[in-house]
């Protein structure tokens, strides 16, 4: 008979090494029956996320280490260690680390799905990554929708 619980510790779990964040799936949706999934996201000083939201995921953010700008439904908050920002289905949302520093946080997207959106897109080719036809439909099959870039923040006036 197999476990009925996983255990992972520090640098385990299935891991996305991108240009701007390393993720690790902690807890798969898999192991959740579709429940959700947690993942530990490790931003990298460059990280920005553009402008979305989801119809039906909910997304959860408690920050671990460093500050993470972080917009949501038309106000922007400076999340550090000890914050918690919850996301609910159909908020427009987009973040950014704070001060060119990396940052790090545990991330809960409700139901599952983020960790698959992942998988899928480390299978991916450069030429995939491009083909805006491709990158539309798999944003769609994982409720990704779009709505353009990180919006301004009141630090960058000059």
């Known amino acids: 008979m197999g476990k009925r619980y996983s255990a992972l510790g520090p640098g385990e779990g299935p891991n996305y090494d991108w240009e701007n964040d390393h993720t690790f799936v902690k807890v798969a949706g898999r192991d959740?029956?579709?429940?959700?999934?947690?993942?530990?996201?490790?931003?990298k000083a460059s990280?920005?996320?553009?402008l979305?939201?989801?119809?039906?995921?909910?997304?959860?953010?408690?920050?671990?280490?460093?500050?993470?700008?972080?917009?949501?439904?038309g106000d922007w908050h400076r999340c550090g260690a000890g914050t918690t920002m919850h996301v609910p289905p159909g908020v427009p949302h987009a973040c950014r680390t704070a001060g060119n520093a990396p940052a790090r946080m545990l991330m809960i997207y409700?139901?599952?799905?983020?960790?698959?959106?992942?998988?899928?897109?480390?299978?991916?080719?450069?030429?995939?990554?491009?083909?805006?036809?491709?990158?539309?439909?798999?944003?769609?099959?994982?409720?990704?929708?779009?709505?353009?870039?990180?919006?301004p923040h009141p630090d960058d006036a000059d």
Request: glycine letters at 6%.
């Open 52 to 73: 979305h939201r989801h119809e039906t995921h909910a997304e959860t953010f408690y920050f671990l280490a460093g500050e993470v700008d972080f917009y949501i439904d």
């Open 110 to 151: 409700q139901p599952s799905g983020f960790d698959d959106f992942l998988a899928e897109m480390a299978n991916m080719s450069e030429a995939d990554f491009a083909d805006e036809a491709k990158m539309a439909a798999l944003n769609a099959r994982y409720d990704i929708v779009p709505m353009g870039p990180v919006p």
């Open 47 to 50: 990280f920005a996320l553009g």
């Open 32 to 43: 959740t029956n579709g429940a959700y999934t947690l993942m530990e996201d490790n931003l």
